[in-house]
């Protein structure tokens, strides 16, 4: 079956980077765009951003241009996420979540990385 | 970037009460909109997708409607289970969520 799976919590200190794993399996890595989205504790979603696995070719929500770089290595049908010069407010979970069969939607998503930012 | 507003942020109804929600894009999104729920510790769930399609496997209770900037969610029926936050999205530009519905029984 369908399976993203991500790596472990993370602890980081202000002004560091973070970088998270998403390894899918049982499909096509490179048929299906892969997004990543966070959400903050007790807060919504917010989406971050997506990579095409095939061409390595990404979009970014402009609030993260400049502090985000998603990647892929097609080799291990992995993807990563990684941010830059975290602060505090970065504290929260991060998830990768591959486009669903229907364009614009996603599914499934990965179990969710915690990343805490604290001094 | 196109905003998002959904409202209300919080609802409280009974089981069996018919609950909207509603999402309005702030520019013309035409039809690229869709619905998740997400249960506490949990991904969100793609209920209905392209504004006004039923995810397979997703209950009938559940629907959607709208185009161009006015959208609205709909459980018929309100079951215990249905308790959860639920979501917009738009795809139109990039991707935005709204900022949530939270759901609980009365």
């Known amino acids: 079956q369908v399976q993203l799976v991500q790596s472990g919590a993370e602890v980081k200190k202000p002004g560091a980077s973070v970088k998270v794993s998403c390894k899918a399996s049982g499909y096509t890595f490179t048929g299906y765009y892969m997004h990543w989205v966070r959400q903050a504790p007790g807060q919504g979603l917010e989406w971050m951003g997506r990579?095409?696995?095939?061409?390595?070719?990404?979009n970014y929500a402009q609030k993260f241009q400049g502090r985000v770089t998603m990647t892929r290595d097609t080799s291990i049908s992995t993807a990563y996420m990684e941010l830059s010069r975290l602060r505090s407010d970065d504290t929260a979970v991060y998830y990768c979540?591959?486009?669903?069969?229907?364009?614009?939607?996603?599914?499934?998503w990965g179990q969710g990385t915690l990343v805490t930012v604290s001094s | 970037d196109i905003q998002m507003t959904q409202s209300p942020s919080s609802l409280s109804a009974s089981v069996g009460d018919r609950v909207t929600i509603t999402c309005q894009a702030s520019?013309?999104?035409?039809?690229?909109l869709n619905w998740y729920q997400q249960k506490p510790g949990k991904a969100p769930k793609l209920l209905i997708y392209d504004a006004s399609n039923l995810e397979t496997g997703v209950p009938s209770r559940f629907s959607g409607s709208g185009s161009g900037t006015d959208f609205t969610f709909t459980i018929s029926s309100l079951q215990p289970e249905d308790i959860a936050t639920y979501y917009c999205?738009?795809?139109?530009?990039?991707?935005?969520f709204g900022q949530g519905t939270k759901l609980e029984i009365k």
């Open positions: 999205q738009q795809y139109d530009n990039l991707d935005t």
């Open positions: 979540a591959r486009d669903s069969g229907h364009r614009g939607s996603y599914g499934p």
């Open positions: 990579i095409n696995p095939n061409s390595g070719g990404t």
């Open positions: 520019q013309d999104i035409s039809n690229y």
